[in-house]
Structure formats: C-alpha cells, structure tokens
C-alpha cells in the first residue's frame, strides 16, 4: 500500500486526477470506479477542469458506480445515481449510456445486486476505483464487520451511516433509507487500482487503523492492505494518527517521477 500525504484537500484531487488523466492517456476507454459523498469531490472537480482544458480527451472513459441506496424513487435527486450523472458523468461531457450502476429500486433486489457484478465483470473489470472512508473505516457501504471477500449485496446502514448522510436529506434523517446496494469488498478488490482519499481529523483514526492497523473485518477499509496497487491520498489533518508518516512521506518524495500514483 502507498500512503501519500499532501497538504490538503485539493492537492489530493489534484493529485488523483493527474493519475486518472494518466489512466485515460494509456487506455482512453477505461473502466472508472466513481464514490459519492463530499470528500471526492475535489477530484472531480480537477478532472473536469483538465478534460475542460484539453489537457485530456476523456470522451470514452466509462463510469461506475460503487453503491446506491435501496427504495429511492427513480431521478431523486439524492439518489447516487443522481449524484454521479450530476457531479461526474455530465461535467466531462459523457452521455448516459458509459454509465452504469446497481438498480435500488428493482422488485428483486438480491437478483440487481448479482445482475451488478455480472456488468461490471463483462465490462472488463473496474480498472480504477475511487474510495472515501467512514469515520468507523467503512468503504462503500461495507461497514464494520462485512466479510472481506463479499460481493455486491444489499446492506442495512449503521445509525451513525444514516446520521452522518442526514445532510443530504435537509438534515432530517428519516429521509435517510435504512438499505443500501454495495459494491462488496471482495467486488471491490478486483479493480485493478483502488484510490483512496481521506481529508480532515475526523478520519484520522480511521486511516491510522486501515494502513497501520491489522486487516480486520471491523476495519473493513484495512482490506486494502490484500491489493497489489492501493493508494491511499490523505492530506496533514487525516495523516495525524499515523505513526510512520515520516516514512512514508520519504519514499513517496523519493519515488521515481515516471511510476506517478
């Protein structure tokens, strides 16, 4: 596992995007793993502007999802699938059809979660995944205690989940859907590349027990530890609680400039 650790915020989008920008150069088509939530945002935002700018064509990159919530009515607007057409697939100009993602709202929901890791396998695998992580360590909605080989399921949300997501839902949080749809951590896993970012001291501790920390179910994100290219983005406030960050802050400044993220 590679730990980055940059001086905030937009740095790190900054630099995740670069490596997706360097991702599109090689294989223009590739397969994009997208998260929701507010700490991605800066990615997004840095990969927009430089697809804005020229700097690089992602005109047949496709996008997916990495979880939705269950029983959300089809187009509302805090529905992921919402949020990514919205923050993601419509600012770098791609048309609905390169996305794709776990239908919350089917009648079967088992059978929509099966039928997700069937897409995503027969679309040639994710070939880059982009994480957030839970103040409890949870990635995806995978929350503590998951089984680290799961795949895409249907998943109850903790109360502190469904507290901390209450902000998308003017604050009322029981507006916040008790199920969600997950990708699984073992689905998860097979990406070819996991991104994670993580900003601010809340997620401290979280990010001390993934990277330091054992690989453990309670600490469902400590599964990237098992990946052969996990990269882990935190800026200063979330790299607090680590205890190497000396370490890794050398061999990430004495890396050669050519492997990039």
Known sequence: MEVVIVPDAKAGGELIAEGI?????????????????????????????QVRSGAVDASRARIAQLDEYVGLPAGHPESYRSTVLRQVVQPLGLPESSFMGPDGSAEDVQAACEAYDRQLAEAGGVDLQILGIGTDGH???????????????????????????????DNDIEQVPHHVITQGIGTILEA????????????????????????????????????PHATVVVDEAAAAKLKHADYFRHTYANKPAWQGI
């Open 21 to 49: 920008a360097g991702l599109l150069r090689r294989k223009p088509d590739a397969l994009l793993g997208v998260a929701t939530g507010s700490t991605p945002l800066p990615i997004y935002d840095a990969l927009i502007s």
């Open 139 to 169: 990635i995806g909605f995978n929350e503590p205690y998951s089984s680290l080989a799961s795949r895409t399921r249907i998943k109850t949300l903790t109360e502190q989940t469904r507290i901390d997501n209450a902000r998308f839902f």
């Open 192 to 227: 070819r590349h996991l991104v994670l970012l993580a900003t601010g001291e809340g997620k401290a501790e979280a990010v001390a027990q993934t990277v330091e920390g054992p690989v453990a179910a309670i600490v469902p994100a400590s599964a990237l530890q098992l990946h």
